[in-house]
């Protein structure tokens, strides 16, 4: 069973451009939540879909960043304009359930670098 | 609000040598407790996990005992391994709050 995958692996942009990333879930998980580490500190939560709806988007830092999930399938996560701080691996993970007991699995992160 | 926090690292041991990571966390109510682990040039995996507490998470030799009275979750293993060199994250959720709370990971590097 393939797990969840993430494009690019790595991506390099100048302050002010636009960049998507994608997430593929594992086949079956309704659930599908976005994550960030920035700088080596704690990984936080950014948001969480039930199928292609968003559940809980607390964890979105501005209105530049923008997740969907067309169909309840992929998800893309997209952030216009870029800025400095944004920064960091972002993570995408996917989970059967959504119970507090039900484990996530995480694909192997994104890391952006905004100059 | 909740929260988790690891000691800081790297964690620099020589294989075979006992592991501490220490984790506590400020959380109402009862959470579920997890260690997370990323091996270099992977994703995060789950390395095990209590639900309640006094419960032991065991997995690949390592342990942990959820702790409500000292609110910790302490990583521990007896003897370990080069191939055990990774980051090591505690993270906690609550029912009805699917998201995780991490702490900010502890490096370990293990060596021959």
């Known amino acids: 069973e393939a797990g969840v995958t993430q494009f690019p692996s790595h991506s390099v942009i100048e302050k002010g451009q636009t960049v998507t990333l994608r997430c593929d879930p594992i086949?079956?998980?309704?659930?599908l939540y976005w994550y960030r580490r920035v700088m080596g500190k704690e990984i936080k939560f950014l948001l969480h879909?039930?199928?292609?709806?968003?559940?809980?988007e607390s964890g979105m830092p501005n209105n530049r960043f923008l997740a969907e999930r067309t169909g309840g399938t992929y998800s893309t996560l997209k952030v216009q304009p870029a800025e400095l701080e944004d920064s960091g691996v972002y993570f995408c993970?996917?989970?059967?359930?959504?119970?507090?007991?039900?484990?996530?699995?995480f694909g192997p992160g994104t890391r952006l670098t905004v100059l | 609000g909740d929260s988790v926090t690891q000691m800081e690292g790297p964690v620099t041991l020589s294989e075979e040598a006992f592991l501490t990571i220490n984790c506590t966390y400020t959380?109402?109510?009862?959470?579920?407790l997890f260690w997370y682990v990323q091996y270099p040039g992977e994703g995060l995996q789950l390395l095990l996990k209590?639900?309640?507490?006094?419960d032991k998470g065991s997995n690949k030799g390592f342990e942990a005992t959820y702790r409500k009275e000292t609110t910790s979750f302490h990583l521990e293993k007896g003897s370990v391994q080069v191939s055990d060199s990774a980051v090591y994250f505690c993270?906690?959720?609550?029912?009805?709050?699917?998201?995780?709370?991490f702490g900010a990971g502890t490096r370990l590097a293990v060596h021959p």
């Open positions: 993970a996917s989970s059967q359930g959504a119970g507090a007991i039900d484990t996530q699995y």
């Open positions: 086949s079956g998980h309704d659930n």
């Open positions: 879909f039930v199928k292609e709806s968003k559940q809980d």
């Open positions: 959380a109402t109510g009862y959470p579920s």
């Open positions: 209590a639900t309640k507490a006094d």
């Open positions: 993270a906690l959720s609550k029912s009805g709050y699917n998201k995780l709370i």
